[in-house]
């Protein structure tokens, strides 16, 4: 009797069929299960960072996953199907060829399992309430000296310290790296031999109330602060040259760079103002009058605070015939929008426009604008057409 033909082939086989032609297909001998190869389907602009191997899952065991490209994250999500869908490996395929050697071939595809679905990516915004829960738990306060001897840092562990190596964050956080970093600056944190952290307010309450200070003693611009000056006479006072830039960098900009001056600095304007108003918050709900002069007690001579500034960070509650001013900071809120509105509306059953608008600015996820993210979940009344909008829970 002649031998039975093996029809192996391989997905080439099918991917250049012409139109209006078949081919016959057999199941592998190595047909089966095998939940270990499974369909991911991807876009054209997804593609080139998967061929190139520039993506990578991310999620704690107690997590969903999501896959993060430099850039972006998705979503993981199975899609079930109703349809038979063949997996048909490549000719060149190590399980396809296993036992190829000693066996005659017809050309055929060669089925190696039954697929019940697909992967699908769907965009999404990165989940950083943990990298904020994260960093605040544990503010970084510097006790003397920035950097700690190898021996100190080992036996304390750089956790304990409030500094996060980046190795940590990425393993900890489902975010890209790139909306990492983001989420990094957006939180003033600082980068300490590779390692981030919040540095603690009381600490650079007090770091920049001397710099201020100095720009007084010294005949400082605060519009033009000159780097090398600012950080050498900062250090003679006990504070490090890293954390010296990094208040820079937290409430200014560098505006310039002279060869004979080096870097020059200003201060924003609002980050100083809002600074001092926080601090003055951190003792509780305020009178407007009370806290309006404290503030300007408190503002740097040659600065401007305006209320409007506190957009985001304060809401004024009007009791009897006293108004009252207390911090209620978009900063400290989750970035998730239903846990965002949910905070929203158990601080205010309704809100006007004006008032909600700073707190929900910020707020991005993909695919969806913010008259979406209004329409998803609140309820827009309006008594007259000239009358402000008012906003409550859907």
Known sequence: MDEQ???????????????????????????????DL????????????????????RGQPDEEAVLCTPSKTYAVKFVGTSNTVFLIPPTNSPILNANADN??????????????????LVEVAPKLDKLNSLLRKKPYR??????????????????????????????????SDEELRAGLRALSAVEIDGSWGIVDEDYMNNLLTMLLNLSVSEGWSLSALKEDEVVGLMEAYGY?????????????????????AGHLWTLDEKR??????RGILRGGKRKMESFMEEWMRKIPPGMRASFDMLEGEVLVERLGVGTWVYAFSVSSMSC??????????????KWEWKDLEPYIKDLRVPGLSSEGLLLKYTRRTQPTKDSEPVFSAR
Not at 103 to 120: C, D, H, Q, R, W
Not at 142 to 168: I, T
Not at 336 to 349: G, H, K, N
Request: with cysteine; hydrophobic share 40%; net charge negative.
């Open 5 to 35: 033909p093996s029809c192996r082939g391989g997905a080439e086989l099918v991917l250049n069929l012409e139109s209006n032609s078949s081919i016959p297909i057999n199941y592998d001998p190595n047909f089966g299960p095998h939940d």
């Open 38 to 57: 499974i369909l991911l389907e991807v876009d054209e602009k997804l593609l080139s960072d998967i061929l190139q191997q520039r993506v990578t899952f």
């Open 103 to 120: 066996e005659k071939e017809t050309v055929a595809g060669s089925v190696l399992k039954v697929a019940p679905g697909n992967i699908e």
């Open 142 to 175: 510097p006790e003397g000296k920035l950097e700690l001897d190898e021996m100190e840092v080992e036996e304390m562990g750089k956790d304990n310290l409030g500094l996060f190596p980046w190795e940590d964050l990425v393993d900890r956080i489902q975010a």
């Open 240 to 260: 490090p040259s890293k954390l010296v830039l990094h208040s820079l960098d937290m409430y200014g900009s560098k505006v310039s760079e002279d060869v004979n």
């Open 272 to 277: 100083v103002c809002v600074h001092f108003a």
């Open 336 to 349: 998730t929008p239903a846990e965002r509105f949910s905070v929203l509306f158990r601080e205010r059953q």
